[in-house]
Nanobody, 120 residues
Framework: QVQLVESGGGLVQPGGSLRLSCAAS????????MGWYRQAPGKQRELVAI???????SYADSVKGRFTISRDNAKNTVYLQMNSLKPEDTAVYYC??????????????WGQGTQVTVSS
């Protein structure tokens, strides 16, 4: 079992910055990937950024060059630095951890989400 708690969301003006944090606790071993997803009202949840256990990262085209995912293993925390925010970034952002239970079988864990609103 993995527990995830997000923080850092809020209201920001276009062009502003925000940093989201995701603190993990519980069975935080054999985590093969950590990511941030977002879901806007009426839209499907989409992957924003992901970081693998080896440190490799991948981003959605819409956020490349603006968002950066990172982690602090000592604090069991994953971050999403969001710069040059746009109104279309408005969504609930969710933290995700994928844990390998046994070979070929994975569990997905989700935080409760944190609201990010980009508006003038």
């Amino acid at each position: 079992q993995v527990q995830l708690v997000e923080s850092g969301g809020g209201l920001v003006q276009p062009g502003g910055s925000l940093r989201l944090s995701c603190a993990a606790s519980g069975s935080i071993f054999n985590i093969v990937a950590m990511g941030w997803y977002r879901q806007a009202p009426g839209k499907q949840r989409e992957l924003v950024a992901i970081i693998g256990s080896g440190g490799s990262t991948s981003y959605a085209d819409s956020v490349k060059g603006r968002f950066t995912i990172s982690r602090d293993n000592a604090k069991n925390t994953v971050y999403l630095q969001m710069n040059s925010l746009k109104p279309e970034d408005t969504a609930v952002y969710y933290c995700n951890h994928k844990r390998a239970v046994v070979v070929g079988i994975y569990d997905d864990y989700w935080g409760q989400g944190t609201q990010v609103t980009v508006s003038s």
